[in-house]
T-cell receptor, first 114, second 110 residues
């Protein structure tokens, strides 16, 4: 499968715990995005990488959230001290710079904070 | 706040009928993209229309764009039960990310 993959697909955690999600983009794509989607809403942008550089962060991304893309390939999104309001689907997408920003999405990681 | 808004929020049709969904947005765009999302899954890219295009076709899909009205429509012809999903429009404004609407939930009854 050469699409975008995310791991894990589901995560249940207790409030206050830290969680980390991984995204593997399409191999030739140099751009990687994280979005958050809550029930009944469209995805909301969190952050964006071009290669290994994090170029933009949404104000939705509080201090408890951190994302990395150390080698310009896979990316991780960590949430520290999780809160119930963090429960959502976290989507990763990748694209090729200059290609109309047509983004290809992974299956998402569904986070439930108890 | 999200850039786009889809209308209607929910649509239920019989198999074989056509389904039309509308999207309105607020600012200038480079392109507008439509995505489909099956329940609890990731988004699948359907079609992209650039700001200098007015209509585009892909299989059973037809997209129109009216930049003067800041609106787009997605038409699915001869719908199938497998078309049941949520449909989102997303605008590309040059801000390096997409702005999604709240989606239209389409149900196609066999």
């Amino acid at each position: 499968d050469t699409g975008v993959s995310q791991d894990p697909r589901h995560k249940i955690t207790k409030r206050g715990q830290n969680v980390t999600f991984r995204c593997d983009p399409i191999s030739e794509h140099n751009r990687l995005y994280w979005y958050r989607q809550t029930l009944g809403q469209g995805p909301e942008f969190l952050t964006y990488f071009q290669n290994e550089a994090q170029l933009e962060k949404s104000r939705l991304l509080s201090d408890r959230f951190s994302a990395e893309r150390p080698k310009g390939s896979f990316s991780t999104l960590e949430i520290q001290r999780t809160e119930q309001g963090d429960s959502a689907m976290y989507l990763c997408a990748s694209s090729l710079a200059g290609a109309d920003n047509e983004q290809f999405f992974g299956p998402g990681t569904r986070l439930t904070v108890l | 706040s999200q850039q786009g808004e889809e209308d209607p929020q929910a649509l239920s049709i019989q198999e074989g009928e056509n389904a039309t969904m509308n999207c309105s947005y607020k600012t200038s765009i480079n392109n507008l993209q439509w995505y489909r999302q099956n329940s609890g899954r990731g988004l699948v890219h359907l079609i992209l229309i650039r700001s200098n295009e007015r209509e585009k076709h892909s299989g059973r899909l037809r997209v129109t764009l009216d930049t003067s009205k800041k609106s787009s429509s997605l038409l699915i012809t001869a719908s199938r039960a497998a078309d049941t999903a949520s449909y989102f429009c997303a605008t590309e404004t040059g801000a390096n990310n997409l702005f999604f609407g709240t989606g239209t939930r389409l149900t196609v009854i066999p």
